[in-house]
T-cell receptor, first 117, second 113 residues
Framework: GQQVMQIPQYQHVQEGEDFTTYCNSS?????IQWYKQRPGGHPVFLIQ?????EVKKQKRLTFQFGEAKKNSSLHITATQTTDVGTYFCAAQGSANAGGTSYGKLTFGQGTILTVHP | SAVISQKPSRDICQRGTSLTIQCQVDSQVTMMFWYRQQPGQSLTLIATANQGSEATYESGFVIDKFPISRPNLTFSTLTVSNMSPEDSSIYLC??????????FGPGTRLTVL
């Protein structure tokens, strides 16, 4: 089945430093989603990337989808203590792959971000 | 956006028993899923809950262990049957109300002794 590798597993930064997490797939993805899960919480949808080479920004967060649609990254500029949590990428099944795969998400292992004040 | 509630929020159960988890959405959604997140791990899809027909299970998950009901477009249940300590996880309901977004419920934290 589809696999998505995410690195690093852990990242410790000082407040104000930048942070990046990467996702890679051996197969071309139809799209990729990013989620944030605070400690003790549930995954919260951040964004979906669909187009090759797409770049989207949300305040200090920048999301990129690779040209080959096999990799993606999430970059946080000038981290704050509120950014603490686990960031997951998730590849979504394509509607073209058959009705039963649409909407199904294959999650990366997640990157646990800690921010030291 | 879709607001999802789950019951119970947490439970501690004895091995060999069963627990039914409820998922309620505040709007009608076609696509509804059940995920499991084992301690310190990522999320794994258990099944797609289909309204009016049997759920579609992922590899490694079977109906006898995780029976699912989906009586309408706003509600679903997941039962964890004949539980063992290995079933201790967070179980999350998820919906996809639109093409470009997906939401997760708050989760049910299950501990099996």
């Amino acid at each position: 089945g589809q696999q998505v590798m995410q690195i690093p597993q852990y990242q410790h930064v000082q407040e104000g430093e930048d942070f990046t997490t990467y996702c890679n797939s051996s197969t071309t993805l139809s799209n990729i989603q990013w989620y944030k899960q605070r400690p003790g919480g549930h995954p919260v949808f951040l964004i979906q990337l669909v187009k090759s080479g797409e770049v989207k920004k949300q305040k200090r967060l920048t999301f990129q989808f690779g040209e080959a649609k096999k990799n993606s990254s999430l970059h946080i500029t000038a981290t704050q203590t509120t950014d603490v949590g686990t960031y997951f990428c998730a590849a979504q099944g394509s509607a073209n792959a058959g009705g039963t795969s649409y909407g199904k998400l294959t999650f990366g292992q997640g990157t646990i971000l800690t921010v030291h004040p | 956006s879709a607001v999802i509630s789950q019951k119970p929020s947490r439970d501690i159960c004895q091995r060999g028993t069963s627990l039914t988890i409820q998922c309620q959405v505040d709007s009608q959604v076609t696509m509804m899923f059940w995920y499991r997140q084992q301690p310190g791990q990522s999320l794994t899809l258990i099944a797609t809950a289909n309204q009016g027909s049997e759920a579609t299970y992922e590899s490694g998950f079977v109906i006898d262990k995780f029976p699912i009901s989906r009586p309408n477009l706003t509600f679903s249940t997941l039962t964890v049957s004949n539980m063992s300590p290995e079933d201790s996880s967070i179980y999350l309901c998820s919906v996809k109300p639109r093409e470009d977004t997906q939401y997760f419920g708050p989760g049910t934290r299950l501990t099996v002794l």
